[in-house]
């Protein structure tokens, strides 16, 4: 069974650019969790979200990144016109459906992306 | 906001010995405390999960204790061999979302 598959695994953006952050969660994982890691800090959420639907996005800045997870294929980060600031590791992390109580989290080994 | 404290410093312990984590945090218990363990270059990687209404929870050589008065979970990993050098991560359950601390450095020398 694979686990969470996360591409690209390093990305260098030139400032202004778009980044796209793809995430397959494990098979029959219905909830997708995504993560920053700063250099020397710790993990950080972003945002949570079911198929189609954000559930908590609590954790987004509030311009230029966006997420989604449709019906079909990947949840895609989509960050707009990058900046210095944005570079950082990010973390992908999948669970099955929380109606029989807490699940652990899947995370995948995290896009590195650089800013230029 | 809840804040979620974990020692800074590496933990430096000699192959064999118990080594013992601490995870302190502020503001209400969560209802569930999660552990997970980070390589360089690596995704965090689930091990323990503990309820508020557990006291304690064992898997092989890991061990953790979860006391919502004094608002901490200790974590100990016994008989400790260098490949469980690594840094390790506490997590509080929000609901959905982890928040995380800034994770312990466990360095097992043989």
């Known amino acids: 069974n694979a686990g969470v598959m996360q591409n690209p695994r390093h990305l260098v953006r030139r400032r202004g650019q778009e980044a796209r952050l793809r995430c397959s969660p494990m098979?029959?994982?219905?909830?997708v969790y995504w993560y920053r890691q700063l250099p020397e800090e710790g993990l950080k959420f972003m945002v949570y979200?079911?198929?189609?639907?954000?559930?908590?996005e609590s954790g987004m800045p509030k311009e230029r990144f966006s997420a989604e997870f449709p019906k079909e294929g990947p949840s895609i980060l989509r960050i707009q016109q990058v900046v210095r600031g944005d570079s950082a590791a990010y973390f992908c992390?999948?669970?099955?459906?929380?109606?029989?109580?807490?699940?652990?989290?899947?995370f995948g080994d995290g896009t590195r992306l650089s800013i230029l | 906001s809840q804040k979620i404290e974990q020692n800074s410093e590496a933990l430096n312990i000699q192959e064999g010995k118990t080594a013992t984590l601490t995870c302190n945090y502020t503001n209400y218990s969560p209802a569930y405390l999660q552990w997970y363990r980070q390589d360089p270059g690596r995704g965090p990687v689930f091990l323990l999960l503990?309820?508020?209404?557990?006291k304690e929870k064992r898997k092989e050589r890991l061990k953790v204790t979860f006391d919502t008065t004094l608002k901490q979970s200790l974590f100990h990993i016994t008989a400790s061999q260098p490949a469980d050098s690594a840094t390790y991560l506490c997590a509080l359950d929000m609901r959905g979302k982890l928040q995380f601390g800034a994770g312990t450095q466990v360095v097992v020398t043989p």
């Open positions: 503990i309820r508020e209404n557990e």
């Open positions: 992390a999948s669970s099955p459906s929380r109606g029989s109580g807490v699940q652990p989290q899947h």
């Open positions: 979200l079911q198929k189609e639907n954000i559930i908590d």
């Open positions: 098979k029959g994982h219905s909830h």
